[in-house]
């Protein structure tokens, strides 16, 4: 379990110094004034591209020992609707669900008040599910 | 249960990067975005984030509500609606080529254009 721990710690600290949890990188993203984000989502494309590319050619496993398995992605209508609203949180939080984690470590603790309001949003599509179009 | 762990580490990790690895040169910000939200009383352009919008005090204000309290409801209940953020369509989803994943990340991209552009700007001025 130490091993996610220290794979969190180092997630954290790099959303951190590449300063994606800033909510003026965002900004700037959503304004095209800076490149930042842009490069940052970039490059980790490329490395996801190519660490993929490694995964797949050594045939390597998670640290459990079990094979990786690379979800296929169906489309539905949920991609549409629910990445528009994903986009609205992500330019009013300035975050992402990952990033939400690294803020309030950063020290923004009232964060923690919109990382409940995340969870909730995620149990409340549970409970409407049916009823939105897929 | 790994994912807990995981999580728990990225919480540290953002206090590493500040108390231990901290940069102590403030955040530069784009003139542009500065005086756009100067305009709007915005301040705390050093700091990761604008502590004059993300404090407790200001969660009884209905703009302080819709930042932190809709905008987390958004961020969680889009993630799910999408199956999947940033991370599992943008990053781990294009890598693999997967066209849903390009469709999530456009529209994630839109709804951030909408909403920075023309939404959070009446959000603001409230």
Redesign the interface.
């Known amino acids: 379990m130490l091993k996610y721990f220290i794979a969190g710690l180092f997630f954290g600290i790099i959303l951190v110094k590449a300063e994606i949890i800033s909510w003026w990188r965002i900004q700037e993203m959503f304004r095209c004034q800076s490149f930042h984000m842009y490069g940052v989502i970039g490059s980790a494309v490329a490395v996801g591209i190519l660490s993929v590319w490694v995964i797949r050619k050594c045939k390597i496993r998670t640290l459990a020992g079990e094979p990786i398995v690379l979800s296929v992605r169906k489309f539905n209508k949920g991609q549409v609707f629910g990445g528009l609203l994903f986009g609205f949180g992500w330019a009013v939080t300035g975050a992402c669900p990952g990033p939400l984690f690294a803020q309030i470590g950063a020290g923004f603790t009232v964060v923690s008040v919109t990382l409940l309001s995340a969870i909730a949003g995620t149990y409340v599509y549970g409970v409407v599910r049916e009823k939105l179009p897929h | 249960?790994?994912?807990l762990?995981?999580?728990?580490?990225?919480?540290?990790?953002?206090?590493?990067?500040?108390h231990v690895?901290g940069?102590p040169a403030p955040?530069k910000?784009?003139a542009?975005?500065v005086l756009e939200?100067r305009g709007y009383g915005v301040q705390g352009?050093g700091d990761?984030?604008?502590?004059g919008l993300?404090?407790?005090g200001?969660?009884a204000t209905l703009k302080g509500w819709?930042?932190?309290?809709?905008?987390?409801?958004?961020?969680?209940?889009?993630?799910?609606?999408?199956?999947?953020?940033?991370?599992g369509?943008?990053?781990?989803?294009?890598?693999?080529?997967?066209?849903?994943?390009l469709?999530?990340?456009?529209?994630?991209?839109?709804?951030?254009?909408?909403?920075?552009?023309w939404?959070?700007p009446i959000?603001l001025k409230l």
């Open positions: 249960m790994w994912n762990f995981f999580v728990a580490g990225i919480l540290a990790g953002g206090w590493v990067a500040v690895l940069n955040v910000v784009d542009r975005l939200m352009f990761l984030m604008p502590a993300f404090n407790w200001a969660l819709l930042l932190m309290v809709m905008g987390g409801f958004l961020v969680g209940f889009g993630t799910r609606y999408a199956g999947g953020c940033t991370s369509h943008t990053i781990m989803g294009l890598s693999t080529l997967q066209w849903p994943s469709v999530a990340t456009t529209c994630f991209m839109a709804g951030g254009f909408v909403m920075a552009n939404l959070l959000i």
